[in-house]
């Protein structure tokens, strides 16, 4: 069984200053992992994936996540956050017994202060 | 533009009136889903297809049913809808790896 679970359901950052999403997982099997951005009244976008490569992954806007086996985390992190990166954030997992499933965590909401 | 439409963005119908939510995905794409969000419960997955007939339950199936007669359409159908099915629904598509979904944009159902 996997799953995932997003450790802060809201984080509070003023503009300009990091941003830190905790995700850790929980699988049998080497997991894909992913960070998903949803804007208010949009729809889910990719930031990110972790597929088994480099273990510090590169996304969309700035941000980026590092994959750590020995931690069972996904963290994802941004060095200055921007009012436009106001969003709920989902860490997702993917495994090889299933391609199908995605186990997607509850989110956690950032609100970004000026 | 490799996309995944779905129709309509939004719903509003009464118990019981049978109704589809159409999904079809251009990216030649073998897996497509459907997921609804709630708030406080996330994102949960209903059905899935790993490729034309052949779907499989997710984690919230009761109360809907799916077909994958072709490989780009996936519809999502409620036969007898009821309010606690009132939620906003995802439709997605991803290839037969590791690669993550693409969603689309949503479709915000009220059931009255």
């Known amino acids: 069984a996997q799953s995932v679970t997003q450790l802060d359901s809201h984080v509070s950052v003023s503009e300009g200053t990091p941003v830190l999403l905790r995700c850790n997982y929980s699988s049998s099997y080497s997991p894909s992992l992913f960070w998903y951005v949803q804007h208010p009244n949009k729809g889910l976008q990719l930031l990110l994936k972790?597929?088994?490569?480099?273990?510090l992954v590169k996304g969309i806007n700035g941000f980026e996540a590092e994959f750590k086996k020995s931690e069972t985390s996904f963290h994802l992190t941004k060095p200055s956050a921007h009012m436009s990166d106001a969003a709920e954030y989902f860490c997702?997992?993917?495994?090889?017994?299933?391609?199908?499933?995605?186990?997607f965590g509850a989110g956690t909401q950032v609100v970004v202060t000026p | 533009e490799a996309q995944v439409t779905q129709n309509p963005r939004y719903l509003i119908t009464v118990t019981g009136k049978k109704l589809t939510v159409t999904c079809s995905q251009n990216m030649n794409h073998e897996y497509m889903s459907w997921y609804r969000q709630d708030p406080g419960l996330g994102l949960r997955q209903i059905y899935y297809s790993m490729n034309v007939e052949v779907t499989d339950k997710g984690d919230v199936p009761e109360g809907y049913k799916v077909s994958r007669k072709e490989k780009r359409n996936f519809p999502l159908i409620l036969e007898s809808p009821s309010p606690n099915q009132t939620s906003l629904y995802f439709c997605a598509s991803k290839p037969a790896d590791g690669s993550g979904y693409t969603f689309g944009s949503g479709t915000r159902l009220t059931v009255v």
């Open positions: 997702v997992s993917l495994t090889t017994d299933s391609w199908g499933k995605f186990q």
């Open positions: 972790y597929t088994s490569a480099a273990t």
